[in-house]
């Protein structure tokens, strides 16, 4: 096999336990024979790394997360940069940006983007930006400098609280674009370029990392305070994911009914939650595990009878694209329970897979739950046909190979290679 063609991917941070789904792409990507540089914006901020992160062999390097934090190797990135042919149109981009968001961030990117061009290494194939976001406005600026090509994945947040001009003017310099839901689908190709319409490619699940479980679950039903249902929850404790209107829900079930609740996961709002549920007395019935790796993940999906995620649009537009947690726990045959947001019914299919409610509704949410807690054939049913769905539509194999197609696209590959993404 010849020498592989080299990619940059910028990533907002690297490695995070809450974005697995990139993790298990690039090492899949490798696995087709494409050569990755990791180029993080922030420097890790967990504890742990999943598995997966381990098997990574791209080399990784940061950029400054603050420019003033390095002003040394900002300045001579500059200098360096302002040498090459193309650093008067990412000027001219950057300073027709920052007149419509004039902020420390905007001036932050350029930095980076300088920094980024300055120290790419020579034969670098192409850049790829991560997130359509602050990311993307770090390639945007660098691939002007250098003169390469770039593309973007746009997953969620970076989708739905960026502004229109902003999404428009990358679309529309980015040689491809994917998006994993059909609801981002439908706003991004609203502002592409008509002959350039972004591509739907699903995350996909690595299957072989999450076996199917052979094991029948306790036909538990909530009579027996000895064998509560287990509730399991995973995601950051942020706005989006609807974690109050959960723990009020929870509150509302009928007093005698067993359950216990589980949450896996950091983020901000984790202490405030501990406080409402000790508001609400059910402090004791709730867990939460903070952030965990993927083997512990798997250990909490196997020992649940159900999963539920009560997404909702946060008051900044925020939302989910959708959430890998759900495809996880479908894996192992557990009942979902989530809202009709955004990608969530692209899984879902209302009472045939997973019961499914609108966004902020505790009374439903309740409601739904009390009635998986007391029907364990109705989760066994709802387990079993979500297990199928993602067996059969959302294996990474099928997945990572449309996007291998899109690096390689519009260049000789070798037939071996070529045969690796058919």
């Given at each position: 096999?010849p020498p592989a063609r080299t990619?940059v991917f910028v990533l907002?941070g690297y490695?995070?336990?809450s974005e697995t789904f990139?993790?298990?792409?690039i090492?899949a990507?490798?696995k087709?024979?494409?050569?990755?540089?990791?180029v993080?914006?922030r420097h890790?901020?967990?504890?742990?790394?999943h598995p997966?992160?381990r098997e990574?062999?791209a080399p990784?390097?940061?950029?400054p997360e603050?420019?003033h934090?390095?002003p040394?190797?900002?300045?001579?990135a500059?200098?360096?940069?302002s040498r090459?042919p193309?650093?008067?149109?990412?000027?001219r981009q950057?300073?027709h940006?920052l007149?419509r968001?004039?902020?420390r961030?905007?001036i932050?990117r350029?930095g980076?983007?300088?920094?980024?061009a300055a120290e790419?290494p020579d034969?670098?194939a192409?850049l790829?930006a991560?997130?359509?976001?602050t990311p993307?406005?770090v390639v945007?600026y660098?691939a002007a400098i250098?003169g390469?090509?770039w593309s973007v994945?746009?997953?969620?947040k970076?989708i739905w609280?960026?502004?229109?001009?902003?999404?428009?003017?990358?679309?529309e310099?980015?040689?491809w674009a994917?998006?994993?839901?059909?609801a981002?689908?439908e706003?991004l190709n609203?502002?592409?370029?008509?002959a350039?319409?972004?591509?739907?490619?699903?995350?996909?699940?690595d299957?072989?990392?999450?076996?199917?479980?052979?094991t029948?679950?306790?036909?538990?039903d909530?009579?027996?305070a000895a064998?509560p249902?287990?509730i399991?929850t995973?995601c950051?404790?942020?706005?989006?994911?609807?974690?109050d209107?959960?723990?009020a829900?929870?509150?509302?079930l009928p007093?005698?009914?067993?359950?216990?609740?589980v949450?896996?996961g950091g983020g901000?709002l984790a202490?405030?939650?501990?406080e409402q549920?000790?508001?609400l007395?059910i402090?004791?019935r709730c867990s939460?595990?903070?952030?965990?790796?993927?083997?512990?993940?798997?250990?909490?999906?196997?020992?649940?009878?159900?999963?539920v995620?009560p997404?909702?649009i946060?008051?900044?537009?925020?939302r989910?694209?959708?959430?890998?947690v759900?495809?996880e726990a479908?894996s192992?045959?557990?009942?979902?329970?989530?809202?009709?947001?955004?990608?969530?019914?692209?899984?879902?299919?209302a009472?045939?897979?997973?019961l499914?409610?609108?966004?902020?509704?505790?009374d439903?949410?309740?409601r739904?739950?009390?009635r998986?807690?007391?029907?364990?054939?109705?989760r066994?049913?709802?387990?079993r046909?979500?297990m199928q769905?993602?067996?059969?539509a959302?294996d990474?194999e099928?997945?990572?190979r449309?996007?291998?197609?899109?690096?390689?696209?519009?260049?000789?590959?070798?037939?071996s290679?070529r045969?690796?993404?058919?």
């Amino acid at each position: 096999m010849p020498p592989a063609r080299t990619f940059v991917f910028v990533l907002k941070g690297y490695p995070r336990l809450s974005e697995t789904f990139i993790a298990q792409e690039i090492r899949a990507l490798e696995k087709l024979g494409l050569a990755i540089r990791i180029v993080a914006m922030r420097h890790p901020t967990d504890g742990k790394v999943h598995p997966i992160h381990r098997e990574i062999r791209a080399p990784v390097a940061y950029l400054p997360e603050y420019l003033h934090d390095e002003p040394g190797r900002v300045l001579r990135a500059l200098w360096r940069a302002s040498r090459r042919p193309g650093f008067r149109l990412a000027f001219r981009q950057f300073r027709h940006d920052l007149r419509r968001d004039f902020s420390r961030n905007r001036i932050r990117r350029m930095g980076q983007a300088a920094v980024l061009a300055a120290e790419m290494p020579d034969g670098i194939a192409g850049l790829h930006a991560h997130f359509i976001h602050t990311p993307a406005s770090v390639v945007r600026y660098a691939a002007a400098i250098t003169g390469k090509p770039w593309s973007v994945s746009a997953h969620a947040k970076d989708i739905w609280t960026t502004a229109d001009w902003d999404l428009a003017e990358k679309l529309e310099g980015a040689e491809w674009a994917v998006t994993c839901t059909q609801a981002g689908l439908e706003r991004l190709n609203a502002l592409a370029p008509a002959a350039r319409p972004v591509h739907l490619v699903y995350h996909g699940l690595d299957l072989a990392r999450f076996p199917a479980l052979l094991t029948p679950r306790p036909a538990r039903d909530g009579a027996d305070a000895a064998q509560p249902v287990r509730i399991l929850t995973i995601c950051r404790a942020v706005e989006k994911k609807g974690l109050d209107t959960l723990i009020a829900a929870l509150a509302r079930l009928p007093a005698g009914l067993a359950w216990e609740w589980v949450h896996a996961g950091g983020g901000a709002l984790a202490g405030k939650l501990k406080e409402q549920a000790r508001a609400l007395g059910i402090a004791g019935r709730c867990s939460f595990r903070g952030a965990l790796d993927q083997a512990e993940v798997l250990a909490l999906y196997r020992q649940a009878d159900v999963f539920v995620l009560p997404c909702r649009i946060a008051g900044d537009g925020d939302r989910d694209g959708l959430p890998n947690v759900l495809a996880e726990a479908a894996s192992q045959g557990l009942a979902l329970l989530s809202t009709n947001v955004s990608g969530v019914p692209e899984l879902i299919e209302a009472g045939v897979n997973g019961l499914m409610i609108g966004p902020d509704d505790g009374d439903a949410l309740a409601r739904e739950l009390e009635r998986l807690i007391r029907e364990p054939l109705l989760r066994f049913r709802l387990g079993r046909s979500a297990m199928q769905r993602v067996r059969s539509a959302f294996d990474h194999e099928d997945t990572v190979r449309a996007l291998f197609a899109l690096f390689m696209q519009g260049s000789p590959i070798d037939e071996s290679v070529r045969r690796a993404a058919e």
